[in-house]
């Protein structure tokens, strides 16, 4: 079955290219790819239910909730507790990276990715 | 009251507009602008200015041998070299000729201003008939003239000492993680001053007043003190930047720049970077490798799109300042009108998309970068918070530009382009109406790493290279 993968981020360009670079992924029905603009509206669809992932990428600077806290909230679910997280980040102070392993997540990425990187990535996490 | 005169000397308009717009802030200043080094001297000559902006690679002149003439003509013209790049031996040479004063670029407008404004201050000295307005408030005798605000702390116990010592800690070194030699000995200083308190267990005020780049610390003890020569020993290690006398003791301490501490963070990116190529051994260690002589020699190579040292420079200094929309739109003044009317550009911006869509030649790519695209940066370019984003959408466009006749041939890469540019105007369009029309997010630059990554990305898709962050291993899973 398809492995559901989420991402949120404030930048349509940054989720457009995103999809592009698991294009392959996507077409091979190996993911099913579902992009959040707005983190509150993907946390809200995660509580209520209506949502489900089995694989999280996370923008961390949003004006309406910071990645981190999207994070250390969907943790904080018993349903989402195992689920992987990982943040995507242009700045990967140590400072940033302590908190998030400290929250739980999987693991971080810079900003700009490459195809290769997202993808591999995604295979070593989802294991597909 | 006569104002002092200003002159900006730069080849390049954007340079010149964004200082200008800087120091128009400052009221106390009439400014005129030169735009190569031949003009600065003609303009010194006829005008006289006070001070002045001087870049330092210009054309017809530059700006050392523009410095040297006006020097030996008016030695009291304070001219501050505006450059680009650290080089110790331009600077040598400048300084043989009486210029001291730098500001880098990438231009940091508060710094310029707080420059600006101290040499105002110390020309509205000499020149007389102005108010000296700080002296009054003025504790340390060190903090001449610097408008400050002060930080006090009750030492009454051990405490309270390691209270102090944690605050200054953090304070002083901020992000560099290695403690550096010089800073050690002061923190040392300060809990032998400290400790002397404790022999009679009376109780002593720390005041810190800061500047932009100094602290200037004094500490009041109830009593007279007798300094053991131990301490004395250490103080005459300061030299001429302690004073000790009576119940009071007075420090000048200079804070480590940021420039200084980009640099360390870069220098130690290397370096974590080199040594995880070691301990993991994964089987692209020759690529990785490349990475770090990239970064190493600052050179770019044709393949990867490497984020080089300087972009990286520009994109931290997005995270240094946190400001809120509210208050950067109070501050801008009428550059806010030009970014509501941009709102036409954003219809355009479109439109000329579709304009690809049903004839996707050469011209109509050119004609979008520079008729749209361009136009947009102009705007932000004037804004100056927004460097990080001019500087991508600039080398958006000028790579589109460069490609535009391989794009147009190709069906499926103006598709791309297309769906990206749209997505990319969408972006644009949603940032400038949270930060200048809604005023909502608490820091203006929540998108700018977005933009960034965007902008380079979509020219990775586009031109099918590798992008490429140079940091560390670029990912980590725990």
């Known amino acids: ?128 | 009251m006569e104002k002092l005169r200003l002159l900006i000397a730069d080849d390049n308009e954007d340079n010149r507009l964004v200082l200008r717009a800087t120091c128009r802030k400052l009221e106390c200043f009439e400014i005129k602008d030169a735009v190569d080094g031949l003009e600065a001297v003609e303009i010194a000559e006829s005008w006289q200015p006070h001070i002045i902006l001087m870049d330092i690679m210009m054309p017809k002149m530059d700006g050392y041998e523009a410095s040297k003439i006006i020097k030996e003509k008016y030695p009291d013209t304070v001219i501050i070299a505006v450059t680009g790049v650290l080089d110790s031996r331009v600077e040598d040479k400048m300084s043989l000729i009486g210029v001291d004063i730098y500001i880098h670029k990438p231009i940091d407008r508060e710094l310029i201003r707080f420059k600006l404004q101290s040499i105002a201050s110390s020309f509205r000295l000499k020149l007389g008939g102005f108010k000296d307005r700080t002296k009054a408030t003025v504790l340390n005798p060190f903090n001449s003239d610097i408008p400050s605000y002060k930080t006090i702390f009750d030492i009454v116990d051990a405490e309270a000492m390691m209270e102090f010592g944690m605050w200054l800690f953090d304070r002083y070194n901020g992000k560099i993680m290695a403690v550096s030699g010089k800073f050690d000995k002061v923190i040392e200083l300060f809990y032998k001053l400290m400790s002397q308190r404790d022999k009679d267990g009376e109780m002593m005020t720390i005041i810190v007043e800061e500047s932009y780049d100094e602290f200037y610390i004094t500490m009041k003890f109830e009593k007279a003190i007798t300094l053991e020569q131990k301490i004395l020993d250490m103080l005459n290690e300061f030299g001429t930047e302690v004073i000790a006398q009576e119940n009071i003791f007075c420090a000048r301490l200079s804070k480590p720049i940021e420039k200084e501490v980009v640099a360390q963070d870069l220098s130690q990116q290397v370096q974590t970077k080199k040594a995880s190529v070691e301990n993991i051994k994964i089987q692209h260690t020759n690529e990785i490798e490349k990475e770090v002589e990239v970064i190493e020699s600052k050179e770019s190579i044709k393949e990867v799109r490497v984020i080089e040292s300087n972009e990286k420079e520009l994109l931290h200094q997005s995270f240094v300042h946190k400001t809120s929309a509210a208050d950067y739109v109070e501050e801008i003044g009428d550059i806010l009108d030009e970014i509501l009317e941009l709102s036409s550009i954003e219809e355009e911006w479109r439109e000329r998309l579709n304009l690809i869509e049903t004839d996707p030649s050469e011209d109509n790519l050119i004609d979008f970068v520079d008729s749209v695209l361009n136009v947009y940066v102009r705007v932000i370019n004037s804004l100056f918070e927004f460097t990080a984003l001019a500087y991508a959408l600039t080398s958006l466009g000028v790579f589109i530009k460069d490609n535009a006749k391989i794009i147009s041939e190709d069906s499926s890469k103006i598709k791309t382009m297309i769906m990206l540019f749209e997505h990319l105007g969408e972006d644009l369009t949603s940032w400038r109406e949270h930060i200048f029309v809604l005023q909502d997010t608490a820091d203006i630059h929540y998108l700018d790493s977005s933009f960034f990554s965007s902008c380079m990305q979509i020219e990775g898709i586009i031109g099918n290279k590798e992008v490429s962050a140079d940091d560390e291993d670029c990912m980590e899973f725990f």
Do not use: C, H
């Open chain 1, 1 to 128: 079955m398809a492995k559901r993968v989420i991402i949120v981020d404030d930048s349509r360009a940054v989720i457009a290219t995103a999809e592009l670079a698991l294009e392959g992924m996507i077409n091979s029905n190996t993911i099913e790819f579902k992009s959040y603009l707005n983190p509150m509206e993907l946390l809200e669809a995660l509580q209520n239910g209506s949502e489900n992932f089995d694989l999280l990428i996370s923008d961390v600077n949003m004006p309406e909730l910071n990645g981190l806290d999207l994070a250390r909230a969907i943790k904080a679910d018993e349903r989402y507790k195992n689920k992987p997280i990982i943040i995507l980040t242009t700045e990967s102070s140590n400072e940033m990276k302590m908190s998030g392993k400290e929250i739980g997540v999987t693991g971080w990425m810079v900003k700009p990715f490459s195809d290769e990187k997202l993808v591999k990535s995604l295979q070593m996490v989802l294991g597909v």
